[in-house]
């Protein structure tokens, strides 16, 4: 009876910290979705269109101009239509000015996320990181609401939209960083830990000669060095990791029987079906919230025209969302009081007396300092030949990542200065993709069970079908397109956009899900936030080059769709490196791998 109520009250634990995650998630990914994808690139333009001037005379004031479309409804693609801003000594176009200050922003946050990476590692200061940033992030959004573009401050935009991206990102790294012990912990998974547990202890009893018994795998350090003499020969499988008994009993160098070995199979499966349920739903929710505030902000944005202030209203109210539904994630989410996958190493008490001792002996400075002689440690490369497939996955992320993010960013801005589309019709095409990534983060799932995928042959296939979208941009530079008779086809109207955002916001949402989901298989244990912390580097709101170039793009050829052919070349350049990762092998070598620096002496 009281281990009924144990488990009860163990499930009961864990069902708290998966709402308090996906609360986190709920309120975060609003801020993404409404304003850094779509009105806070269109303001910051706006801002900058509302204090420049018209090409090639720089004399008459970009507000005073309206585009005129062409014969065939579709937009003038002509440079003169070109609208500069003057910042110091610069002229910059006023969609690169948005891009510029995209770049530096992520840029700022990649700093941040290295910084804290370590820190975040600390069970006790995981939590605390992920609200002040949130806190942080969430401020900067609502101060657009003080914030007029006829101020002669008004360039302070860039630093709201910067700080408010930063803060973004280093709360995300926070809250990935939970990813991994919350698949541990799902029932499902749960259930064949118990059946390696029960079967480990038929096979391996604690009277039998050189056996040591489940229970007994930690208890005994001397019995551990003459088991390891013992069974000199046999198989090392994999190192322990957080808190898993199953791992701890593959981790013991003995010989595993094939019903055993099925099991760990087993384990690792559901594991990693586990993290992209549970990241596919993070997603999914995230995006949910993302659509009702947008037909939120329908509202005032349609009834004022698309105004300035329309837009900026719309990134103040994603601020509000964000910090009032991050309440929950403050109450649920594990701090002093961490869970089992996070306090107890099991088959690891050297490794866990390690992380208590760096709590008890914390400095800031110390751990900042020590975070970036970490990043150092990781990029030599012999450390890098020690976890191969992590870092290829890294390189391929570091591409695909670019593209994705650029994709949406150059989408965006293409239909505002090249189609003319208007504030409301934006508005429905940012509804539209996260609707649409809804169904997909939904729906992949089920299609990989269906036929049995991996989490990385799902990847490779929605990346394959992110790429048609940019290839149909370049179609917009036919002429049959063009000039002919056909008036539809590669991008050239405005009706085409809502299609896009349907394919893309499918593809994209799913391809979030399990990017993310794929990256956990490769971690060591134990350093879930610093490698997450690399990964937001190059995650959706961390992309800095495929920006950049885009904006030089825009400002050397005075057309956007060029930037297209360099999307193609980023996205598909990425694919091979994927293909290369070594998933089994991956695997295998996280679990082995130990940072030299987080060594106990």
């Known amino acids: 009876m009281l281990g009924l109520e144990g488990q009860t009250e163990q499930e009961r634990a864990y069902r708290k910290r998966l709402h308090g995650w996906l609360s986190y998630a709920f309120a975060s990914e609003v801020f993404v979705i409404v304003s850094l994808t779509l009105f806070l690139p269109i303001c910051l333009e706006q801002f900058a269109r509302d204090n420049g001037y018209l090409m090639p005379d720089k004399t008459i004031p970009c507000s005073s101009a309206t585009p005129a479309p062409t014969a065939n409804g579709t937009a003038s693609e002509e440079p003169a239509q070109r609208c500069v801003v003057k910042l110091g000594w610069l002229w910059i176009d006023s969609a690169s000015f948005s891009l510029y200050v995209y770049s530096i922003s992520v840029a700022l946050q990649a700093l941040t996320v290295i910084s804290m990476g370590g820190i975040a590692d600390h069970p006790t200061y995981r939590k605390r990181i992920l609200l002040a940033f949130g806190v942080g992030g969430a401020s900067a959004a609502i101060a657009f609401l003080l914030l007029s573009s006829s101020s002669p401050l008004w360039f302070m935009s860039a630093f709201l939209g910067i700080l408010a991206n930063v803060g973004f990102g280093a709360s995300v790294v926070a809250m990935n960083s939970y990813l991994p012990a919350l698949a541990k912990d799902a029932p499902e998974v749960k259930q064949v830990e118990d059946e390696i547990f029960r079967v480990s202890e038929e096979e391996w009893p604690e009277d039998e000669p050189g056996g040591t018994g489940a229970s007994h795998l930690d208890d005994d350090p001397e019995h551990d060095e003459e088991r390891e003499e013992a069974d000199a020969h046999a198989p090392l499988l ?26 760990f199979k087993q384990y690792d499966d559901k594991v990693s079906h586990a ?13 949910g919230a993302g659509i009702t505030l947008l037909l939120v902000a329908l509202v005032p944005v349609t009834k004022l025209k698309g105004s300035t202030f329309a837009l900026r209203l719309a990134i103040g109210l994603s601020g509000i969302w964000w910090a009032v539904f991050s309440i929950p994630a403050a109450l649920w989410l594990p701090g002093k009081e961490s869970p089992p996958h996070e306090e107890d190493l099991a088959g690891d008490e ?43 996955y890294l390189l391929a992320w570091f591409l695909l990542s670019d593209g994705f993010t650029t994709i949406t960013s150059t989408a965006i801005l293409f239909g505002k200065t090249t189609l003319n589309m208007q504030p409301s019709a934006l508005i429905l095409i940012g509804v539209l993709t996260p609707l649409s990534g809804i169904l997909g983060s939904l729906v992949w799932p089920m299609i990989q ?20 979208i940019p290839v149909y941009g370049c179609l917009g530079f036919l002429s049959v397109f063009r000039n002919g008779k056909v008036k539809f086809g590669g991008l050239t109207t ?9 394919y893309f916001g499918s593809v994209y949402g799913a391809f979030q899900a399990y990017a993310r989901a794929f990256y956990a298989e490769l971690l060591p244990p134990g350093e879930e936030a ?9 995650d959706k709101s961390s992309s800095f080059l495929g920006p950049l170039v885009v904006g030089l ?22 694919v091979p490196i994927l293909m290369s990762v070594n998933v089994e092998k991956g695997r295998k070598d996280a679990r082995e791998y130990r940072d030299p620096l987080h060594q106990p002496e």
């Open 238 to 263: 994999a190192p322990p990791t957080l808190g898993s008994n199953s791992e701890a009993m593959r981790s013991s160098q003995r010989v595993i029987s094939p019903k055993l070995d099925d099991l």
């Open 275 to 287: 993290t992209s349920r549970i990241s596919s739903l993070g997603i999914a929710l995230g995006y």
């Open 350 to 392: 050297e490794l866990g007396a390690a992380n208590v001792e760096r709590d008890d002996d914390f400095e800031l400075t110390k751990e900042i300092a020590g975070a970036w002689k970490r990043l150092g440690r990781m990029l030599i490369w012999s450390e890098v030949k020690k976890l191969k497939n992590t870092f290829l």
């Open 449 to 468: 069970r269906t036929f049995g995928w991996s989490n990385l042959r799902v990847l490779i296939i929605l990346v394959v079908m992110a790429s048609f």
């Open 494 to 502: 405005q009706e085409e956009m809502f299609g896009l955002a349907v």
């Open 530 to 538: 610093r490698w997450y912390g690399l990964f937001s580097i190059t």
């Open 553 to 574: 793009i825009s400002d050397v050829t005075g057309n956007i769709r060029y930037a297209f052919f360099f999307l193609i070349f980023m996205i598909w350049v990425a």
